[in-house]
């Protein structure tokens, strides 16, 4: 410590009175100086450095009553307004002005320049007046700065009328005095926008608070006032908040883009602030390639990635979910020398913290720590909404009380988060318990809390409690949040009162709120539980044309509901009838059940063609609503060996063509190109998984594989060497162990159907006749090159000593009969068998039940309801075609995620 430091510790020890005697006596001397003032005008810096700025000023006016002059040419008005700035007071800066009487102009555009800083817009007028009544007229800087702090006062309509009075003055304002009433503008904005994603935007007032900015640019040019990359700057910054307004996104971009061609254009370099706006424009409309080629283009250019710029490309690979990507970036940055913000250690413990990666979010504690960044609010709001969605209160409580411990006061959204922990654990009387704590802390519940309590009750079915609870929250005045809104369609459109439910969307219109892919899902999955098809397909038709629920769940929900409806129309009593009793067939014997299939396909190709990738299980569900009814003699080979023998009196490759159409086969190998389903190899031995195939889509796999295959001896040869095909299936153990599972958890439909896959695949290959190697037990079932090509030709070796009935043995005594009627009458590839119909099939009597398992899992088929778990009592009409555990953590994402 240097002697300068040591007398200023020394000094920040004393009292004032003190350090006045310290000093000694000032008594005039010759030539007009004081007696011991060097020691007073020491103390005084010392008094400034230590910011005891009062007792500063008190040794001044002392300094002056004693009779020290010209004051104000003696003293650093820099340092002393400096430190004002720093500690954001005002009021000791009139004293200041006062005690000295300075002659210059320079410490009262200081003074104004401190009130903008504290962002005091009375004190900067009266900064102004006080310059006025000391005879100094206000210049271009005053007025500048004046300006600045109506900016950071947030009163936009004052710093317009400064600059209205400026101008009268004859002044001409400059870039910085635009740039001023720009960043005005972007504050008004920001804070119009802040929370958009939990209440409504005014869009109209933003469009015009950017049009402004706009018109403060063309008369900024309109001047011939060159700007500079500051006030491009402003104007960028503010396209990049206006972006956070999802019905402005697009406009905010375009003006984005004609400001950075402007830049070029007037000869500025992009900066990392420019840059870092750009970017914001991009993540916020959801255009990550044009951010990432910002980024490249930024890297190239030899501008250094700021902290700013870090944070928003890592959010933007969290939100991709690169997680390894977001760790590389976040090395980098720490290897660039750049230190990482609170924000954007907030943004990195968010992505760790759903990536369970606990030993990372240890670190990233340890980084803070080392790099003396304080947790700041924002990261307890993090760290209580990933508990939140993962349910854990106990969690939510710890960090309530490690906040208060290190004198952070939690925001209202950390109890928000531990109200929706609750809710999630079906617990609404313990939610209403974290409301209590949170009005013990000061808060008044927001709309946010409401909508907490709301999906508590909902999700224990409680709904006239849910119901009252939100009477409550009308009754208050507040607006409801969207998914508020859309818990209450889910509520009554589950519970099948529709005309509840368009009352609600009604009063969601009236709260400006449109109908977005949850509100109409929820609909048809309304529709799909009243068993009204009709309505379902209304709604869904009526969504798309225009142009929304264009989504892979919509999809999934109304094909699953079709899929209900097609085996209404299918479902057969096992007692022998006729065609009219048993329902699948109109009076002309047409199959009724073509048209909802000939549905299910537009759907489904309107959906890929519009970008949609389904998951599988929505694929399988497809192509469920393609297979047409069982035969008889396909029922009977299921049952015994001896009957699959003596009935089978087709060629098993006629066969094979009526257990799908030919359209089914078609469709998979567009999946394939689509990469929904994994392509063959045709040149070289393979294994195929399908354990994660519902059992149509792993039927259609093995029918498409022999299709292809057949395309490929049709062109090559019949002796055309075909690779082995290894079918991955799951085995015993695991079979057993998920059986286990969905017996705890009866909701989950999707188990119980994965693990009746292989034995579908085994069922169709003996209906097939074709013999196999592995089976269950093994969790592989193996289709050699060989054995395929025997099963083409129609050939059974006649050296085996015994005959499997199940394999390629089984074909009997017509089989070199048969090999003639294959090669005229290929398999799957007719002319006429393109689409199936009814008349394809030679036995239109079935029974539904032998294809479909037994009456007890006639509803596992369709589109799992949005919401999770126990969210609906259990009906004979829950139509899953899938799991959604995965769609668990995001039911309450709204509620936390936008305002962290």
């Not at 503010?238 to 007037?266: F, G, H, M, T």
């Amino acid at each position: 410590m240097n002697d300068g430091e040591k007398g200023a510790v020394k000094t920040s020890r004393m009292s004032l009175k003190e350090l006045i005697a310290r000093g000694g006596e000032l008594a005039p001397r010759g030539g007009g100086g004081f007696t011991n003032e060097s020691e007073y005008f020491h103390t005084y810096r010392a008094l400034v450095r230590c910011r005891r700025l009062h007792d500063a000023v008190d040794l001044l006016r002392h300094m002056r009553g004693a009779g020290v002059r010209n004051l104000g040419a003696r003293v650093s008005h820099r340092d002393f307004f400096r430190a004002c700035r720093s500690l954001k007071v005002v009021s000791v800066g009139f004293e200041f002005l006062e005690v000295i009487e300075s002659t210059d102009i320079r410490p009262y555009n200081m003074l104004v320049h401190a009130c903008a800083q504290a962002g005091d817009i009375k004190a900067a007028l009266l900064a102004s007046k006080t310059m006025w009544n000391a005879g100094f007229r206000p210049d271009l800087h005053a007025y500048t700065t004046l300006i600045s702090a109506c900016s950071k006062g947030g009163d936009v309509e004052r710093a317009f009328e400064v600059f209205e009075e400026m101008k009268k003055t004859g002044l001409e304002p400059n870039a910085q005095t635009y740039a001023s009433l720009i960043d005005a503008i972007k504050r008004e904005i920001s804070v119009t926008v802040a929370g958009s994603k939990k209440r409504r935007i005014d869009d109209d007032s933003v469009r015009a608070s950017l049009d402004r900015c706009f018109e403060v640019y063309e008369d900024m040019k309109k001047n011939s006032v060159k700007a500079d990359i500051a006030m491009m700057n402003s104007l960028l910054n503010a396209c990049s908040r206006v972006a956070a307004a999802p019905n402005l996104r697009k406009i905010s971009c375009e003006r984005a883009e004609a400001v950075r061609a402007d830049i070029v254009a007037q000869g500025l370099k992009l900066d990392s602030y420019a840059y870092a706006s750009l970017i914001c424009c991009a993540v916020a409309s959801e255009n990550y390639i044009k951010a990432f080629e910002l980024y490249d283009d930024m890297l190239d250019s030899g501008v250094s990635a700021t902290a700013e710029v870090y944070t928003v490309m890592i959010r933007a690979y969290g939100i991709l979910g690169e997680v390894q990507k977001t760790k590389d970036l976040w090395e980098k940055m720490l290897e660039s020398g750049v230190k990482p913000d609170q924000m954007a250690y907030a943004t990195m413990m968010r992505i760790a913290l759903l990536d369970n990666d606990e030993d990372f979010a240890d670190d990233l504690m340890a980084s803070m720590r080392m790099n003396r960044v304080r947790p700041g609010a924002e990261l307890y709001v993090i760290l209580t909404g990933v508990a939140a969605r993962q349910g854990d209160a106990t969690k939510i409580e710890e960090i309530l009380l490690t906040a208060k411990k290190r004198g952070i006061t939690p925001p209202i959204e950390c109890y928000n988060s531990l109200v929706a922990a609750h809710a999630r654990a079906d617990r609404p009387d313990l939610a209403i318990k974290a409301v209590e704590k949170l009005e013990k802390a000061g808060f008044e519940p927001d709309a946010i809390t409401y909508e907490g309590l709301i999906f508590a009750h909902a999700w224990s079915r409680d709904y006239e409690e849910a119901k009252r609870i939100f009477e409550r929250l009308v009754e208050t005045g507040m607006r409801p949040t969207f998914p508020t809104m859309n818990c209450l369609v889910a509520c009554e459109a589950r519970r099948g009162h529709f005309d509840e439910v368009q009352s609600i969307i009604d009063m969601m219109h009236e709260y400006g709120y449109e109908d977005d892919e949850m509100t109409l899902r929820e609909l048809l999955v309304g529709y799909a539980r009243a068993g009204d098809i009709e309505s379902a397909w209304r709604v869904y038709k009526e969504s798309r044309a225009v142009g929304k629920v264009n989504s892979e769940r919509a999809l999934n929900t109304i094909l699953g509901q079709t899929l209900v409806h097609i085996r209404s129309l299918t479902k057969l009593n096992r007692g022998s009838q006729s065609r009219a009793e048993l329902g699948s067939y109109d009076e002309g014997g047409n199959y009724v059940a073509q048209e909802w299939a000939e549905r299910a396909v537009s759907a489904f190709h309107e959906a890929t063609v519009a970008g949609i990738v389904p998951r599988v299980e929505t694929f399988s569900t497809m192509l469920a609503c393609l297979r047409p009814p069982s035969t008889n003699e396909q029922n009977a080979s299921d049952y015994s060996e001896v009957a699959r023998a003596v009935s089978h009196e087709m060629s098993s490759h006629e066969d094979a063509a009526r257990y799908y159409p030919s359209q089914a086969l078609i469709m998979y190998e567009e999946a394939q190109s689509l990469g929904i389903v994994a392509p063959f190899s045709r040149t070289e031995d393979f294994v195929y998984d399908i354990r994660e195939f519902p059992p149509a889509a792993a039927e259609v796999m093995l029918l498409t594989w022999l299709r292809v295959v057949r395309r490929l001896t049709d062109a090559n040869g019949i002796d055309t060497e075909i690779p082995t095909l290894t079918i991955r299936v799951r085995d015993d153990t695991e079979v057993l162990r998920m059986l286990k599972e969905e017996h705890v958890e009866k909701n989950d439909r999707a188990l119980a159907r994965l693990c009746q896959t292989g034995e579908r695949v085994l069922v169709l290959l003996r209906r097939l006749r074709f013999n196999y190697g592995g089976g269950l037990e093994q969790g592989s079932i193996e289709l050699s090159g060989n054995a395929v090509s025997r099963w083409l030709r129609g050939y059974a070796p006649q050296e085996e000593p015994r005959a499997n009935l199940f394999g390629e043995n089984s074909l009997s005594g017509g089989v070199r009969s048969q090999a003639m009627r294959i090669r005229s009458n290929t398999y799957g590839e007719s002319n006429d068998d393109d689409v199936w119909t009814p008349s394809k099939m030679r036995t239109p009597s079935f029974n539904i039940y032998d294809y479909y398992g037994d009456d007890k899992d006639d509803d596992d088929f369709g589109a799992k309801p949005y919401f999770p778990k126990n969210w609906v009592q259990s009906t004979s009409n829950d139509v899953s075609s899938y799991d959604e555990d995965d769609d668990d953590i995001k039911d309450l994402e709204r509620i936390l995620e936008d305002r962290k």
